[in-house]
């Protein structure tokens, strides 16, 4: 049998729900699981799509139950599982094939794969898809890195499985080899820097005002009608209202204060670094799960220094409300101006020619960072004169200039009291620095003189310099 649209290998949670949205938009998908039992599985909960699906026990079954040229996603664990999956298919496919890895691969990854497969084939395409298993069934964002000949043969199909912002599909072809997962990896640092940020907000209502988790929920349940629109703003509304069933009390309450982490923020941060781009926002939120993995180190640390009790934020009113709202948002844009700086700093290296205005475009639904801001970034983006950092955008220096008074009173509140905001702290000091004409790094230019003999700049005139104090 030969007359299966698309292949798709890996039925966990994100697999299934890819092939069950595949199937919904009336395309016939052959599925293949490692462990039978959850393609059975699988296929006794499609309900009605039942006949859109060819279960595959074999992989030989799956190429074959395809139409030629056969496009086959592969929704696998990211790493070595990736490569034994085409090492697998290689001698079953054809040259033209397309094999698609759907997961959060790494971009190095991604090239070395597309090098290695060369011009013999099969074709790879490396494709980002974000909005978790709810995206995945009824609509994610998608970022597609490969050849535009090959994300043409299956631009169809990824285009209307995508989410919709206003009837546009949020999938886009964004350039050669790892550019979409590349893009996909700044995506997750984003998210990481954007959750770090809420939880930190959280935390100032929560332990330094005293407020509920039920009242903090309702307080982002407004946010969400107002700039900070957003998924995770939303979500974060919905957890904070929900209760645990087996205690009564807030969920939040229960949770064990420890975050995961599958590594995509790590990548970005370290990509980040590596371009020599301060992400300082993403950092910081990588840095905060880690110190949260630190669980027991922290519970010792505190009896240490529980002299030092935070005396909470003092007065809380409307206008607390109003500065701890805007002080997130200002926040928030900074993360996200640190994101496109990294984009824009790793297409210059890899010869990308990303194009921002997409990304921004197809983030705006589907993905876990989506947020009504994402739609003034687009705007900026449609002006080709648009920097390379955000920051300075026309349509961000009027909002920034707005609300960064607001993230200094609160980040000033937080510390005062002696309460962690790593995440707000970072956006804020990338932020003064930024905007510092001068900054002090003409010390750091002394000091590796001093020591190293390493010379400096004048500002008065040009060639290197070496200062007074003789060698160090
Ligand atoms: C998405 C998410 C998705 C996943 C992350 C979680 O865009 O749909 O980012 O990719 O939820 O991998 O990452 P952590 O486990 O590192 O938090």
Same mark, same amino acid.
């Given at each position: 049998m030969t007359d299966a649209d698309i292949g798709l290998i890996g039925l966990g949670v994100m697999g299934a729900n890819l092939a069950l949205n595949i199937a919904d938009k009336g395309h016939t %998908?052959? @599925?293949?699981?490692?462990?039978?039992?959850?393609?059975?599985?699988?296929?006794q909960q499609a309900g009605s799509?039942?006949?859109?699906? +060819?279960?595959?026990?074999?992989l030989p079954d799956l190429v074959a139950a395809i139409r030629p040229p056969r496009p086959i996603i592969m929704m696998v664990k990211a790493g070595e599982a990736v490569d034994e999956q085409i090492d697998a298919l290689k001698?079953? +496919?054809a040259a033209d094939d397309i094999l698609i890895d759907a997961g959060n691969a790494n971009f190095h990854d991604t090239r070395r794969r597309v090098d290695a497969l060369g011009t013999a084939g099969p074709r790879f395409l490396g494709v980002g898809v974000s909005g978790g298993a709810e995206g995945a069934r009824n609509g994610p964002s998608i970022m597609i890195g490969g050849t535009r000949e090959s994300y043409a043969r299956v631009e169809p199909i990824l285009s209307a499985i995508a989410a919709r912002y206003e009837d546009d599909p949020c999938s886009a072809y964004l350039g050669s080899d790892g550019a979409g997962h590349f893009v996909k990896t700044i995506h997750n640092g984003i998210e990481y820097a954007n959750m770090q940020?809420?939880?930190?907000?959280?935390? &100032?209502?929560?332990?330094?005002?005293g407020r509920s988790p039920k009242d903090i929920g309702h307080i982002f349940d407004r946010w969400n009608g107002g700039m900070l629109k957003s998924y995770l703003i939303e979500i974060t509304g919905k957890v904070l209202a929900a209760d645990d069933p087996d205690t009564g009390q807030p969920v939040v309450d229960i949770i064990l204060d420890r975050a995961g982490q599958k590594g995509t923020g790590r990548w970005t941060a370290i990509e980040a670094?590596? &371009?020599? %781009?301060?992400?300082?926002?993403?950092?910081?939120? %990588?840095?905060?799960? =880690? &110190?949260?993995?630190?669980?027991?180190?922290? +519970? =010792?640390?505190?009896e240490i220094y529980d002299a030092r009790h935070f005396d909470g934020l003092g007065d809380y009113g409307v206008e607390t409300v109003k500065a701890l709202e805007k002080a997130l948002h200002a926040a928030t844009i900074i993360a996200y101006a640190q994101g496109f700086a990294a984009l824009s700093a790793a297409s210059d290296e890899n010869g990308w020619d990303l194009p921002y205005r997409d990304i921004a475009r197809i983030w705006?639904?589907?993905c876990i960072i989506r947020s009504a801001f994402l739609d003034v970034i687009m705007r900026a983006y449609?002006?080709?004169?648009?920097?390379?950092?955000? &920051? @300075?955008?026309?349509? @961000? %220096?009027?909002t920034l200039t707005e609300a960064a008074p607001a993230l200094r009173t609160v980040v000033a509140g937080a510390v005062a009291a002696g309460m962690p905001v790593p995440a707000l702290g970072a956006a804020l000091g990338y932020f003064e620095t930024y905007r510092s004409a001068r900054t002090t790094a003409y010390l750091?230019?002394?000091?590796?003189d001093y020591f190293g003999e390493h010379g400096f700049e004048r500002t008065d005139r040009p060639g290197d310099f070496h200062g007074p104090w003789g060698p160090g």
């Open positions: %998908v052959a @599925v293949y699981n490692r462990t039978p039992e959850k393609t059975d599985s699988f296929m799509l039942a006949d859109r699906f +060819v279960p595959c026990r074999s001698p079953l +496919v940020m809420i939880a930190e907000i959280f935390g &100032l209502l929560r332990n330094g005002y670094q590596a &371009l020599g %781009v301060p992400a300082t926002t993403i950092e910081a939120a %990588v840095s905060a799960r =880690a &110190l949260s993995a630190l669980k027991q180190e922290r +519970v =010792a640390a505190a705006r639904a589907g449609e002006d080709a004169s648009t920097p390379s950092n955000l &920051l @300075v955008a026309p349509a @961000v %220096v009027e750091l230019q002394a000091q590796r």
